[in-house]
């Protein structure tokens, strides 16, 4: 039986061992987008992409902003609070360890924020164009978390000091975290793939 949810998603069992991936979408994305990245970088392991649910112009994001970069705190929160519940909910009705969440941007952020306000939902997290998600990080606690954040050093939309926020705030709550810095804008780059490929590969 499928698991019922509001939240319109994919969900594909895949044959390979270990975590699930849980795959977040960017700004104008669906649940759709991540699932070729995916099977690129971790063939075989199982997926499940939901779609944000906020509308900004008909694009679907995860929560809402109030200007590029600048993120309506509350939403976020409430946001986030949701689509933990439906992690925790969906993992539980297949009987699947904490996924490793794979963000993109928007996706990234609310990731990065699932990691700050929930840390027992995932096993892992793979950022991609990440930046803090709230503007008073509080001190949370992943041990051991393993987390790959990629930035581009030319990114426009997330400036690198708050991607080094981020990446700080990651090591204090003991994540074992590596960030690597490339020299690309927002648009994800052969690079990122192969980083992705080489962290997946290493989790259980
Ligand atoms: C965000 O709103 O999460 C960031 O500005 C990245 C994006 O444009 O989605």
Redesign the pocket.
């Given at each position: 039986m499928s698991f019922q949810t509001d939240f319109h998603h994919v969900y594909q069992p895949g044959p390979a061992a270990g975590r699930p991936l849980l795959l977040l979408h960017?700004?104008g994305g669906n649940e759709h987008d991540l699932l070729d990245l995916a099977h690129t970088v971790a063939p075989g392991r199982t997926v499940i992409s939901p779609r944000g649910k906020v509308l900004e112009h008909g694009m679907p994001?995860?929560?809402k902003?109030l200007a590029?970069?600048v993120?309506d705190e509350q939403d976020l929160r409430a946001r986030t609070d949701e689509l933990a519940a439906f992690v925790k909910g969906i993992t539980a009705h297949h009987k699947l360890a904490a996924p490793i969440a794979l963000g993109f941007?928007?996706g990234?952020?609310?990731a990065a924020a699932l990691l700050t306000l929930h840390p027992e939902v995932l096993g892992g997290a793979i950022l991609l164009?990440a930046?803090a998600p709230l503007k008073d990080m509080p001190a949370f606690k992943l041990p051991q978390t393993p987390v790959l954040l990629v930035s581009g050093k030319q990114d426009m939309?997330?400036p690198f000091a708050q991607a080094q926020r981020l990446a700080a705030s990651l090591t204090a709550a003991g994540a074992a975290l590596t960030h690597e810095t490339l020299p690309a804008g927002h648009g994800l780059t052969q690079t990122d793939l192969g980083l992705m490929s080489r962290f997946l590969a290493a989790q259980e």
């Open positions: 960017g700004t994001r995860f929560f902003r590029e970069g993120f941007s928007n990234a952020n609310i164009r930046m939309m997330i």
